[in-house]
């Protein structure tokens, strides 16, 4: 499947008839398909790093604008001290080994989330990626680090509280663009399409308000083995559906 053609894959991606413009992954499955291996967590994760890589270069040729990943959620803390130790060491080495390849490949990196709750080095690796790419023109790569979607809610609505107070805005003129404008992801395009990975069926607090209108896709697929062809067929299934959003 990795090794899935040119033309199959425009011929997956041709039939959905359109590609969704903003694409965003909880990859879940990394555990369960170590276990199924025996293989000890820590595998899993590594497995999962790559198929990050697969994902991301398959999101920029098939033409989707954003491509936002779970990459580390604010429940995720609650870990075990030694899997968190290993997820952020993952995180280091992802980021030093692919912030050039990613440049040199007009890809856009972007981060979501409270960074300060990470580890400085983490933090200026991140900064640093995001610096080096910003002037690059193809897919927004958007890795959600320290990501809760009720706590970007909350830090809006502080946001717009202390705008009122200070009289910059009116509370007659809130309204749902106020509140986008103040969200982690005011500048990338609207949310298509939200995949989760591994038969788990919730949203676990990611892009909760980002995808009112978002179509869903919940696939049994464990994230190690979602790959170029998985991609393929997600952009099909979204491009036979019918979006109404709340028209009729």
């Known amino acids: 499947m990795k090794g899935l053609s040119a033309s199959a894959v425009s011929d997956a991606v041709g039939a959905a008839g359109s590609v969704p413009r903003h694409i965003a992954i909880i ?142 805005l009116e509370p007659a003129d809130i309204d749902a663009a106020a509140i986008e404008a103040r969200l982690d992801t005011n500048d990338l395009p609207p949310l298509d399409l939200l995949i989760r990975t591994s038969g788990e069926r919730r949203l676990s607090n990611f892009l909760l308000w980002q995808a009112a209108y978002a179509e869903l896709l919940f696939v049994d697929t464990l994230w190690p083995d979602f790959d170029r062809k998985a991609l393929a067929d997600a952009i099909a299934n979204f491009g036979i559906r019918e979006r109404r959003f709340g028209g009729r």
Not at 65 to 71: F, I, M
Not at 93 to 112: C, H, K, P, Q
Request: glycine residues 10%.
């Open 27 to 168: 990859m879940d499955g990394n555990g369960r398909w170590a276990k199924r291996r025996f293989l000890p967590r820590i595998a899993g994760h590594k497995a999962g790093a790559e198929a990050v890589r697969t994902v991301v270069r398959a999101a920029r040729d098939f033409g989707v604008q954003a491509l936002t990943l779970y990459a580390f959620s604010s429940e995720n803390w609650r870990r075990s001290n030694e899997e968190v130790s290993d997820l952020m060491g993952l995180l280091r080495l992802y980021l030093r080994r692919e912030i050039r390849e990613l440049n040199s490949e007009n890809v856009r990196l972007r981060t979501i989330g409270d960074l300060s709750g990470l580890g400085k080095d983490l933090v200026a690796l991140a900064r640093e990626g995001v610096e080096a790419t910003k002037n690059n023109t193809g897919l927004n790569f958007v890795l959600a680090l320290n990501y809760g979607s009720q706590d970007e809610i909350v830090r809006a609505m502080r946001d717009i509280a202390t705008d009122v107070r200070e009289g910059r």
